[in-house]
């Protein structure tokens, strides 16, 4: 196997825990090393649970029958197979960390060596987020017909008369329920950050990834908040970056359109133009800090579990489960090697 020397830990001992911008840091140090390759890596796991949401929604054309086969469509990519993904991804940047190669297809690593644990790993997310959905669909319901039974009549005669207060209230006290809900979800989703992480360091023990991934955040909540919050910025930021260059054609074509009467050509060409610009833009800015972030994550968790932030390569069949340590099949090639 051919490696290439791992990346320096900016001088910072592993015994010493990081803090949020010194990984950041280190994150950007480590993008800048092998940018293409790491961005590549994320656009392929982005496309990869793209194509399958685009299936899903093509499914939901056909009426009723076809809405119940989107959202199963939705539910497995969300369970079976983005997981695994999403683990392949921290396995393939944290073998870059370690001196080898990131290769394309360490991010279907998991599928083959942590395929059970990475599904095991997404039910608390999953878990949150569907009572998230479930109770906003009861806040619906109960704020419908609460509004209903106020005011006794249909909705456009309750909200034509300004001097009915009630419907007003509860529809503000709802708004704050479900604004409390989200960021209460959120909060929860925060100690699961780790879960697709840690599946590499617990072989065959399905729920210790998770709690793993709670007591690192627990022990250091703020700071992953901190992560958390800067990166979502970062995102925000690249969204609106990456409006400019496809919102200016867009805003030129319809400057310089003068048939709007008829069919804007003009304005149609420089709409499509503007929305590729776009997609291209949002798709390189939004790859590049996602590849960033994980990194950033694969320092912290290292750093905060006191392990040393540059490790020996180590491959999925190497980790010790119950003791032993399993051979690697001779017919296979291990992950990340070279050819």
């Known amino acids: 196997m051919s490696q290439t020397p791992p990346l320096e830990s900016a001088g910072v001992p592993a015994a010493a825990p990081l803090r949020v911008m010194e990984a950041v840091g280190m994150g950007w140090r480590l993008l800048k090393s092998d940018f293409w390759r790491l961005w590549v890596l994320v656009l392929a796991m982005n496309l990869i649970v793209g194509a399958g949401a685009m299936v899903g929604q093509c499914l939901g054309i056909v009426p009723i029958i076809g809405a119940c086969f989107s959202c199963l469509a939705g539910i497995a990519m969300s369970i079976f197979v983005q997981p695994a993904l999403q683990a392949g991804l921290f396995y393939a940047i944290r073998q870059k960390i370690d001196g080898a190669e990131a290769r394309l297809d360490n991010l279907l690593a998991a599928f083959r060596w942590r395929y059970w644990e990475s599904v095991v790993g997404i039910l608390p997310s ?23 039974g106020l005011s006794g009549s249909d909705l456009e005669e309750v909200f034509s008369r300004w001097e009915v207060a009630p419907p007003y209230v509860l529809i503000g006290v709802g708004a704050l329920v479900i604004l409390l809900l989200v960021l209460a979800a959120a909060v929860l989703q925060l100690f699961l950050i780790f879960v697709f992480l840690a599946v590499w360091d617990f072989p065959g023990r399905f729920w210790e990834p998770i709690a793993t991934s709670i007591r690192v955040v627990r022990a250091h909540f703020l700071s992953v908040l901190g992560t958390g919050v800067l990166f979502l910025l970062i995102y925000i930021g690249a969204v609106m970056i990456a409006l400019l260059p496809g919102g200016a054609v867009a805003g030129a074509g319809a400057l310089a359109e003068r048939n709007w009467h008829d069919t804007p050509v003009t304005f149609i060409i420089c709409a499509v133009i503007g929305g590729l610009l776009f997609l ?22 290292r750093s905060w579990r006191g392990q040393p932030l540059v490790q020996p390569v180590i491959f999925p069949w190497q980790a010790p489960a119950s003791g032993e340590v399993p051979a690697a099949p001779e017919a296979d090639e291990p992950p990340g090697s070279a050819p």
């Open 280 to 301: 291209a833009a949002d798709l390189f800015l939004v790859c590049s800090a996602g590849a960033w972030y994980h990194g950033v994550l694969i320092y912290l968790y």
């Open 126 to 148: 999953f878990a949150i987020g569907l009572a998230v959905v479930l109770v906003l669909i009861l806040a619906g319901v109960v704020g419908y017909f609460g509004i209903m």
